[in-house]
C-alpha cells in the first residue's frame, strides 16, 4: 500500500496547476461548442490529499455531494471524480440546459445534463493529462452520484476497492456570463499509477 | 448545578476504520456510512457502549491487516474486550448494527461483489458466534447514513438525506 507522504517541489507543483489550466481551458472550450455560449474555466489550486479527507475537502463527511464518477483505463488506472455542492450542480444544470435555477432536488434532465458535462470535462482533463504525460488514460461512462460526502468516499474506497492512499484534487470553477459554479476536480489513480504520473511530469519539466 | 447553563453532551467522531468507546452523556457519533457498518455495542447498566465503523467483512482476506479496526472479524471482538475490561457483562451487551448499504456499481454488473450485503452477514455472524444479542438495525438500501449513538439511553438516531430520520 501507498503509505509514503506525497511532496511535490515548487517546480512541479508549478507544472500541475500549468497542466490543470490547460485541461480547464480545453473543457471550456468543448463545453462553449456544446451549448454555442462562452463558459470560462480555471483552476485556482492544485493539491494532493489522502482520500480520507476527501469529504472534509468538500464540507464534512454528512454533507450533501452531486458528483459524477469515471472508472479511468489504460496504462495508469484510477478514478476520476467531479464534485459539486447541491445548489453549485442546480446552478450548473441551470446553465447547461439554459434555463434559470430552481430550487428543490435535481430532475432526471438536470442528472442527464450533469453527467454529459462531466463526460466532456472528464475527457477533456484526461486527454490533456494523456498529452503530457504520455500515459494513455481513457474515462468509463460516468456514474451520479447524490449522497453524502462520506458515503462516496466509502463506496470508492470498498466497491471500486481504490489501492490509493492519495487523491490529487484541482478546484476548477466555471463561469458563464452571470453565474460561477465552482466543482472539485479528484484524481484518483491506483498506487502504481500515482508514481507513473508523477514519474512522467517530473521527465516533462526536466525535459522542458 | 447551574440550570440555566445547558450544556449538550459531547460528541466524539468515530472515523471510518476505526472504533471508540466511552460513558454517559457522551454521544458517539460516525457520518456518512455507505457500505461501511457501524456495530454500536451497549451495556446499560453503567451506561458504557462503543461504536465501531468497519469497512470490510474478513481479515484473512486482505494482505494489509496493520488495522484491526477495519474488519467485522477484528473490530467485534476488539469492541467487545474493551467494554469487557471497563467492567461489562458480555450476557447483557446489546449489539445494534446500521449502514452495509450498497452504493450503486458501474453498469449494475457487480451484484455478487456487494460489499455492503457482505458486511452485514458477517456482522450477524459474528455476533452470534460471541453471543451478543442483535436487537435493532437499520441496514441495506443505496444510500448513506449517519449515526448518533447516546449512551445515555443506548438509542442511535440514523440520519439519511432524502430517506429520512429514526432512532433505533
Do not use: W
Not at chain 1, 462553449?32 to 492544485?46: D, G, R, T, Y
Not at chain 2, 445515555?152 to 430517506?163: D, F, P
Amino acid at each position: 500500500m501507498l503509505n509514503k507522504k506525497i511532496t511535490l517541489n515548487a517546480q512541479e507543483k508549478d507544472l500541475l496547476k500549468e497542466i490543470a489550466n490547460i485541461c480547464a481551458g480545453n473543457a471550456a472550450t468543448s463545453l462553449s461548442q456544446l451549448l454555442s455560449k462562452k463558459i470560462e474555466m480555471n483552476v485556482p489550486n492544485v493539491h494532493f490529499i489522502p482520500i480520507a479527507e476527501v469529504p472534509k475537502a468538500v464540507g464534512g463527511a454528512d454533507t450533501l455531494v452531486v458528483s459524477v464518477v469515471f472508472q479511468v483505463f489504460g496504462a495508469a488506472p484510477g478514478i476520476v471524480l467531479l464534485l459539486f455542492s447541491q445548489s453549485d450542480a442546480k446552478t450548473l444544470a441551470g446553465i447547461l440546459n439554459g434555463e434559470t435555477a430552481r430550487n428543490g432536488l435535481l430532475t432526471e434532465m438536470d442528472q442527464s445534463a450533469i453527467k454529459e458535462a462531466g463526460s466532456i470535462l472528464a475527457a477533456a482533463y484526461l486527454n490533456t493529462l494523456s498529452a503530457v504525460t504520455k500515459i494513455g488514460l481513457i474515462p468509463s461512462t460516468p456514474g451520479i452520484f447524490i449522497d453524502m460526502a462520506g458515503a462516496l468516499v466509502d463506496y470508492i474506497l470498498i466497491e471500486l476497492s481504490a489501492v490509493t492512499e492519495y487523491a490529487l484534487l484541482l478546484d476548477s470553477v466555471f463561469v458563464d456570463a452571470e453565474k460561477s459554479v465552482q466543482g472539485h476536480f479528484f484524481l484518483l489513480p491506483n498506487s502504481g499509477s500515482f508514481e507513473l504520473i508523477l514519474k512522467a511530469i517530473g521527465e516533462s519539466v526536466n525535459g522542458s | 448545578m447551574d440550570l440555566n447553563e445547558y450544556n449538550p453532551p459531547k460528541e466524539i467522531h468515530v472515523g471510518m476504520a476505526d472504533m471508540k468507546v466511552a460513558q454517559a452523556p457522551i454521544v458517539l457519533t460516525s457520518l456518512g456510512l455507505g457500505s461501511c457498518v457501524g456495530i454500536v455495542l451497549y451495556y446499560a447498566k453503567t451506561q458504557i457502549g462503543g461504536l465501531a465503523h468497519i469497512m470490510l467483512p474478513d481479515v484473512d482476506l486482505v494482505k494489509n491487516r496493520t488495522n484491526r479496526a477495519k474488519f467485522a472479524n477484528t473490530a467485534i471482538p476488539d469492541l467487545l474486550e474493551k467494554l469487557e475490561k471497563m467492567g461489562a457483562e458480555r450476557r447483557f451487551i446489546k449489539a445494534k448494527i446500521m449502514g452495509g448499504a450498497h452504493m450503486f456499481g458501474f453498469a449494475k454488473t457487480n451484484k455478487v461483489f456487494n460489499v455492503g450485503i457482505r458486511n452485514i452477514e458477517k456482522v450477524k455472524d459474528i455476533l452470534k458466534d460471541l453471543r451478543i444479542r442483535l436487537v435493532a438495525e437499520d441496514v441495506g438500501g443505496s444510500y448513506g447514513r449517519s449515526l448518533y449513538f447516546y449512551l445515555s439511553t443506548g438509542e442511535v438516531r440514523v440520519r439519511t438525506i432524502n430517506h429520512g430520520e429514526r432512532i433505533i
